[in-house]
């Protein structure tokens, strides 16, 4: 499955809790601009497995999937669930009790969470149920 | 799916015959009689004077989606207004209505207020059961604070009409990850004694939102345990399983069991294996939309358990 994690080399100290180790200190500034991607859709070239240490990852929910379905980020990176599709979707947890909770999420709308603490999350769509994926933080 | 009426039955007489012919349409005609669906002329009802079963007709409706303003339908409460005086205007009127879920798209109390506005326009009272839509913002409450009088637990409940005992089901929450609708420990244990007191003999209709039987596994459609609720039902001479949320019309029989799944009032869905998901078919003709969403009439003849289940679109 192709990745279609698009990410944003944004300039460190966003959120709180970022691991030190997973800073980089000569990746450059923010600026608008094909250059400064690590990767996209864009450029063909997928980041490896998944994995990221930017601090904003985006899941696309399209077509009744989780887009990636299995996701590796690092603490404290913000995930963020974008629906593209014509039908509600939700990204709810499947723990109890829930972690996380996006609520209906119409056309366009999304939902954002941030992963401070290392585990394996395994969420749903409460609509449709055989909608799955996980966010493994590590 | 529209077939023609087939030729008369013998219980039907002429003037019943044509009268039916006026509303229904291109709808589908089905009669259950002793577990076997046949496609047969829906016999009119009669004086019902006396006797232990009157004769009577209800009616489901499913799928409302009120708050869905997209294609193919960017205005569900218009085509839910026709088909409410479609019901007003059948030759029976109804003794009563069950919607079986999904009255709103996204359970917000505006879809809520909306649908109950509209619907408030039926001349018969409504009986409910939630869609998994329905239940989608704070979980049951909403639909609960609206719904809710009357029922137990999660919003099940049963009541008889003309010696048939109808039962309400709701499988739409606390679904599983990977999982299909769940009925759960509760109701069922709750089924289990509210079927207790009657007889084999005692016509049962469950009505409730998702498919009781695995109709398509990868989209959900069916429910986890049904089988326990099935078992249950299994010891009477007639059952007819209503229910909606794949906005189609698909029917099973299994011993004494019918199984009859309803349009939506909103928009189709595609057939199991025709669409890559079960979202909305949104290249559906404005002039078509009307022959994809119906009601579903069930009338009971005087002969104990059969039931006439006619299928008719807005068309």
Known sequence: MTTTIRTRAMCLLLLGGLSASCRNPEWP??????????AGP?????????????????????????????????????????????????ATSSEKPKRFDSGALDSDKSYSFTFAEPGSYSYFC???PHMTGVVEVR | MNKDQESLGDRMDRRGFLECAAWAGTGLLWTVSGGILSSRAFGQEGTGKGGARAEFTFVQISDT?????????????????????????L??????????GDITHLAKPAEFDAAAQVLKGLRADVHYVPGEHDVLSDETKPYLERYGKGTKGLGWKSFDHGGIHF?????????????LGYLGAEQLEWLKKDLEPHSDS???????HMPLWTIHEKWGWGTDDSEQALTLLRRFGSVTVLNGHIHQIMQKVEGNITFHTARSLAFPQPKPGEASNPGPMKNVPADKLREMLGITSVGVVSNPGTLAVIDSTLA
């Open chain 2, 91 to 100: 030759p029976s009127a109804p003794a009563f209505v069950l919607h079986t």
């Open chain 1, 29 to 38: 500034a923010p600026d608008p601009g094909p250059a400064n991607y690590m």
């Open chain 1, 126 to 128: 409460k609509l449709h």
């Open chain 1, 42 to 90: 864009e450029s063909g070239t997928p980041l490896v497995a998944g994995f990221s240490n930017a601090s904003d990852v985006q899941v696309r929910i399209e077509d009744f999937k989780f887009e990636p379905s299995r996701l590796t980020v690092s603490p404290g990176t913000k995930v963020t669930w974008v629906n593209k599709d014509g039908e509600p979707h939700s």
């Open chain 2, 65 to 89: 989606h009120f708050g869905f303003s997209k294609e193919p339908n960017k205005d569900p409460a218009a085509t839910v207004q026709e088909a409410i005086r479609k019901v007003n205007a």
């Open chain 2, 167 to 179: 039962v309400g089901l709701v499988n739409v929450v606390n679904l599983r990850p990977s999982g």
């Open chain 2, 202 to 208: 005692t016509p049962v209709v469950v009505y409730t």
